[in-house]
């Protein structure tokens, strides 16, 4: 997981030539870099190798120029060496003074001994942690200092965060405790030694049917729990899904208050690799005040599809493009992606991602129900068949005989065929009619 912050900081601008200058674009740093950096220019050396940003040969060469020829400090730091010959930009050089600074004041929360960072999101830092008492493993989320000033956010935290603690279940990564340390607000969770279903998506690029049934299953049991105990968790996405090294799946950040609303939330992701609104389902983007169950799904749903067609359901160039997509582009069904999926599976993806609530799943139960439903070799009870009527009416038109037209994929089924013999139908009924009106005048007269 250190490698997460490595390929972070790999993201972030990468200088563009090697020619120095060593100017101040964030404005919250004094010209010289090392005079507020204390401490930390005294492990930078190593941060920048471990990190991956610097070899250790760089990192000697950047040394010996701290010294004139004549040995003599030349009164630049490390920092504006490396910044100045561009091994690192400002970003990254702030994002390392950040997870330093972080860090050390984490190491006092009481009762918990630090080890190492495992991870770094849009909003916060995870740190895997000593709980002293239990002598046990944990997981902590520290918020960044900023969030202190939230006083709204802070009271929905610790409110949050504490109903979350008494959700108790096998697919839920479990809350332990909210709390305070200097200004920085942490919430400690159960660590969970595995990797994410983000990952899993990185090194396979694409799972099977039967690879991806398990895994939703379980997450859905965790939904299926949090939901009937009233919760909800508005952020249903790969990074979110843990799978431990035994194979247990477990559902992340359940009942962490977020700071902004989900539609502020995905835009204050632009421009991170992977936060972008993938997940995000129709009614959370419009800003629906009652946000129920169902979104859940939808995520879920987004989540699948991604899983086994090795994209994105909505692909776009910036965050609000994605948006529009999920709010009025049709979803390409993922059995036309990947075409060993299942008719019935593909059918429960799209009824997940139907962007009408009235026609999503209404609840984990019946998803689950669905889901056993296909695993078995049967077919779903609540996803039915999508038609495709814009495809009908094409072959409507140039079907001048009016024969029953092929079906696609199982997709258009008994409609079809109906719709194209009525033509026919009604003809033949309009004959039958006239027939029956001469034979009764006929007996009339
Ligand atoms: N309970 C946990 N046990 C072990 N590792 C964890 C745990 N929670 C989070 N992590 C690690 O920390 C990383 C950061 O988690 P965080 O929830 O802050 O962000 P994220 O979910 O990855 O992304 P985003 O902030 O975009 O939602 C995760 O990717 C994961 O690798
Ligand atoms: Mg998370």
Known sequence: MAEDQKNQIDNENKPSTRSGGSSNSNGDRSGSPGASTFGFETILGKLVVDNGLVTPEELSECSALLQDSDGQATG????????????????????????????????????????????????????????????????????PKTFSENEDFLLRFYKEGRAAAKLNDANIVQ?????????????????????????????KKKLTEQEAMPIIRQVAKALQHAHQRGFIHRDIKPKNIMIAKNGDVKLADLGLARALNDREA?????????????????????????????ADLYGL??????????????????????????????????DHINSTLSPGFSQIIEMMMAKDLSQRYQNATDFIEDLDAVAAGGSPQFAQP??????????????????PVAQSKGHITLKNS?????????????????????LLILLIT
Do not use: C
């Open 76 to 143: 630049h730091t490390l920092a504006d060496i490396l910044v100045n010959h561009e091994f690192l930009t400002r970003r990254q050089l702030d994002r390392l003074q950040t997870d330093f600074d972080t860090r050390k004041s984490t190491q006092r929360i009481q009762g918990y001994r630090i080890i190492r960072k495992l991870g770094a999101g849009a909003m916060a830092t995870v740190f895997l942690a000593q709980q002293e008492s239990l002598d046990r493993p944990v997981a902590i989320k520290v918020l």
């Open 386 to 403: 999508t038609l495709d009527f814009a495809k009908l009416a094409e072959v409507a038109k140039s079907s001048s005989a009016h024969a």
């Open 301 to 334: 749903g987004a989540t699948l599809y991604h899983m086994v067609t090795g994209n994105v359901p909505f692909p776009g160039k910036n965050p609000s493009d994605v948006m529009h997509r999920h709010l009025k582009k049709k979803l390409v069904p993922p």
């Open 266 to 294: 995905a835009e204050a992701e632009a421009g991170r690799a992977y936060g972008t609104p993938y997940y995000i389902s129709p009614e959370q983007i419009r800003g629906k005040k009652e946000i129920t169950p169902a």
């Open 175 to 203: 809350a332990y405790d909210v709390g305070q340390s200097g200004e920085y607000h942490y919430f400690v969770m159960e660590y969970v030694d595995g990797t994410t279903v983000h990952d899993l998506i990185v090194e």
């Open 418 to 438: 109906l719709e194209s013999w009525l033509p026919t139908i009604i003809v033949a009924g309009a004959i039958s009619f006239l027939l029956n009106l001469v």
